[in-house]
């Protein structure tokens, strides 16, 4: 029983978990992708209420643990009895909801890093709120904001296992199934940080890479 | 007051535009809000008997002994993910090609392992694969360690390198010796700047406490499970989810509070070393998701 066995023995665990990994990052990551660019959008809004929801909003995600975001949508939600939604949709408003409000932070963060000029300089040559932000602000905005999202998609890729916590099949809740077969879940477990490694350097490695040809430029 | 730039002081038009897309923004808002609370009502979720557990005097210890649960774990974890991230921050700045090498791949390994996976490891597989009995206390405070120690070193790191390197290289040539221009000159200088930046992730220490639920380390969360299973209570679990909530919110909101009052004071100040806070700023946007 070499350490490869308990791999090899058990790879249709770790095909399943890791697809159900992917699955509920890649559902999260585009929700909270929207829903963090809304966010945003009332943040730096002409409408004071408007600003006023989203800053409260963040405020409270951003000091809140991920784990009791999701503790409630896997414990207390269903005694609403609103819909009855399966756990994986539950574990992805979860993980949409946390992530959106850094997302909405790092959004407003690169728009108010381009310079006061910009802004000035488009609205003297008379361009409207939406022009200014879709024309002149927003495109400069990118290379701000396109590497620290990335970190935050990593983050929530690896963010991911807490839903695993709660029971789902994704790759965290491997060492369940592993202990009930009876594997060695020590040897387990690092091939799931293993399966994380191959995962998360190559989108890290690609995240400093933007980072540094972008920051460079200005 | 950047956002005011994006767009003129509006006239008559843009104000009619603006009140009416606050209106719907606000009715929006507090549809949702509206329905959640509707929900509560309609489900019985109000009734006096499921919020009466708050009145029982052991309900409210073990709830301060749960949070004293949590604090103790926060407590552990930062000042041990402090030591962790000073000690591989000075391995990674090594000049000794070995020790930097083996401390960049500790701490990139450990920032690229999910924290929770790194805690199952500790708690159920060190004791079934070397035969160690971990805690589920020592596991999540050692896991939060490796982690957050990891994040640090790089935020300590970020910040001696953002320093002028006219710094280090003046206090050569006044001929000091490594050590000496390391603590004497570049790290008074960076832990000021730094200083925001390493409270917002002792924030985040503090929000993965809460992970220890997971492994059943008895803190706030698990015993909100706990009594929210309680049948003769009227299993109050949404009741007590939102009163743990609200704990963990205030606690995070004052150390975020502090962090922000902080750097509030050091852009202030004219010797703040502008530099070293923006690149410890640029970390944090890593360091302070989970």
Same mark, same amino acid.
């Given at each position: 029983?070499?350490?490869?066995?308990?791999?090899?023995?058990?790879?249709?665990?770790?095909?399943?978990?890791?697809? $159900?990994?992917?699955?509920?990052? %890649?559902?999260? /990551?585009?929700? &909270?992708?929207? #829903? +963090?660019?809304?966010?945003?959008?009332?943040?730096?809004?002409?409408?004071?209420?408007?600003?006023?929801?989203?800053?409260?909003?963040?405020?409270?995600?951003?000091?809140?643990?991920?784990?009791?975001?999701?503790?409630?949508?896997?414990?207390?939600?269903?005694?609403?009895?609103?819909?009855?939604?399966?756990?994986?949709?539950?574990?992805?408003?979860?993980?949409?909801?946390?992530?959106?409000?850094?997302?909405?932070?790092?959004?407003?963060? $690169?728009?108010?890093?381009?310079? %006061?000029?910009? /802004?000035?300089? &488009?609205?003297? #040559? +008379?361009?409207?709120?939406?022009?200014?932000?879709?024309?002149?602000?927003?495109?400069?905005?990118?290379?701000?904001?396109?590497?620290?999202?990335?970190?935050?998609?990593?983050?929530?890729?690896?963010?991911?296992?807490?839903?695993?916590?709660?029971?789902?099949?994704?790759?965290?809740?491997?060492?369940?199934?592993?202990?009930?077969?009876?594997?060695?879940?020590?040897?387990?477990?690092?091939?799931?940080?293993?399966?994380?490694?191959?995962?998360?350097?190559?989108?890290?490695?690609?995240?400093?890479?933007?980072?540094?040809?972008?920051?460079?430029?200005? | 007051?950047?956002?005011?730039?994006?767009?003129?002081?509006?006239?008559?038009?843009?104000?009619?535009?603006?009140?009416?897309?606050?209106?719907?923004?606000?009715?929006?808002?507090?549809?949702?809000?509206?329905?959640?609370?509707?929900?509560?009502?309609?489900?019985?979720?109000?009734?006096?008997?499921?919020?009466?557990?708050?009145?029982?005097?052991?309900?409210?210890?073990?709830?301060?002994?749960?949070?004293?649960?949590?604090?103790?774990?926060?407590?552990?974890?930062?000042?041990?993910?402090?030591?962790?991230?000073?000690?591989?921050?000075?391995?990674?700045?090594?000049?000794?090609?070995?020790?930097?090498?083996?401390?960049?791949?500790?701490?990139?390994?450990?920032?690229?392992?999910?924290?929770?996976?790194?805690?199952?490891?500790?708690?159920?597989?060190?004791?079934?694969?070397?035969?160690?009995?971990?805690?589920?206390?020592?596991?999540?405070?050692?896991?939060?360690?490796?982690?957050?120690?990891?994040?640090?070193?790089?935020?300590?790191?970020?910040?001696?390198?953002?320093?002028?390197?006219?710094?280090?290289?003046?206090?050569?040539?006044?001929?000091?010796?490594?050590?000496?221009?390391?603590?004497?000159?570049?790290?008074?200088?960076?832990?000021?700047?730094?200083?925001?930046?390493?409270?917002?992730?002792?924030?985040?220490?503090?929000?993965?406490?809460?992970?220890?639920?997971?492994?059943?380390?008895?803190?706030?969360?698990?015993?909100?499970?706990?009594?929210?299973?309680?049948?003769?209570?009227?299993?109050?679990?949404?009741?007590?989810?939102?009163?743990?909530?609200?704990?963990?919110?205030?606690?995070?909101?004052?150390?975020?509070?502090?962090?922000?009052?902080?750097?509030?004071?050091?852009?202030?100040?004219?010797?703040?070393?502008?530099?070293?806070?923006?690149?410890?700023?640029?970390?944090?946007?890593?360091?302070?998701?989970?």
């Amino acid at each position: 029983m070499g350490p490869v066995n308990v791999l090899l023995d058990n790879i249709d665990l770790y095909a399943r978990g890791f697809l $159900g990994t992917i699955e509920l990052f %890649v559902v999260s /990551a585009i929700g &909270s992708l929207i #829903l +963090g660019a809304i966010l945003a959008a009332m943040r730096v809004s002409p409408v004071p209420i408007l600003r006023a929801f989203g800053t409260v909003y963040v405020n409270i995600l951003r000091n809140t643990p991920l784990t009791l975001v999701i503790f409630f949508f896997a414990f207390a939600y269903p005694r609403l009895e609103i819909y009855d939604l399966s756990y994986f949709t539950r574990a992805c408003i979860g993980l949409i909801l946390y992530t959106a409000a850094f997302v909405c932070e790092v959004i407003r963060s $690169g728009v108010n890093t381009v310079p %006061v000029g910009q /802004a000035e300089a &488009s609205r003297a #040559l +008379g361009f409207t709120f939406n022009q200014t932000l879709s024309q002149v602000v927003l495109p400069q905005a990118v290379r701000n904001v396109v590497p620290p999202l990335a970190n935050i998609q990593i983050a929530l890729l690896k963010n991911t296992t807490i839903a695993a916590g709660f029971s789902v099949t994704e790759a965290g809740g491997i060492y369940q199934a592993l202990s009930e077969r009876g594997a060695n879940v020590f040897v387990g477990l690092l091939w799931v940080a293993v399966g994380f490694l191959i995962l998360v350097v190559p989108l890290t490695l690609l995240q400093r890479n933007l980072d540094r040809r972008w920051s460079t430029a200005r | 007051m950047t956002a005011a730039v994006l767009y003129d002081i509006p006239g008559p038009r843009a104000r009619a535009r603006n009140m009416l897309l606050g209106v719907v923004g606000t009715v929006v808002v507090l549809g949702i809000i509206g329905f959640v609370v509707y929900r509560f009502a309609v489900t019985g979720q109000f009734d006096a008997r499921l919020w009466s557990w708050i009145t029982y005097v052991n309900i409210q210890y073990l709830l301060l002994g749960a949070l004293g649960n949590t604090l103790k774990a926060f407590a552990a974890a930062a000042v041990l993910s402090l030591l962790f991230g000073a000690v591989f921050a000075a391995g990674r700045m090594s000049d000794h090609r070995w020790v930097s090498r083996l401390s960049t791949t500790i701490v990139e390994f450990f920032r690229a392992v999910p924290l929770l996976v790194l805690i199952f490891i500790l708690f159920f597989g060190v004791s079934r694969g070397l035969g160690v009995n971990i805690s589920a206390y020592w596991a999540v405070v050692l896991g939060l360690m490796l982690y957050n120690g990891s994040v640090l070193a790089e935020v300590f790191r970020a910040g001696v390198r953002a320093l002028p390197r006219g710094q280090s290289e003046a206090a050569y040539a006044l001929g000091m010796r490594k050590t000496q221009v390391m603590t004497n000159v570049l790290l008074p200088q960076a832990l000021r700047a730094m200083l925001p930046t390493i409270l917002s992730q002792l924030v985040v220490v503090l929000k993965d406490t809460a992970l220890g639920f997971i492994i059943l380390y008895q803190e706030l969360l698990y015993q909100a499970r706990f009594l929210g299973s309680q049948g003769q209570l009227g299993a109050p679990i949404l009741q007590v989810a939102m009163v743990v909530a609200v704990i963990y919110i205030a606690m995070c909101l004052i150390l975020s509070g502090l962090s922000k009052l902080l750097e509030k004071r050091l852009r202030r100040s004219p010797r703040g070393g502008a530099a070293a806070a923006d690149e410890a700023e640029r970390e944090e946007e890593y360091a302070a998701t989970l």
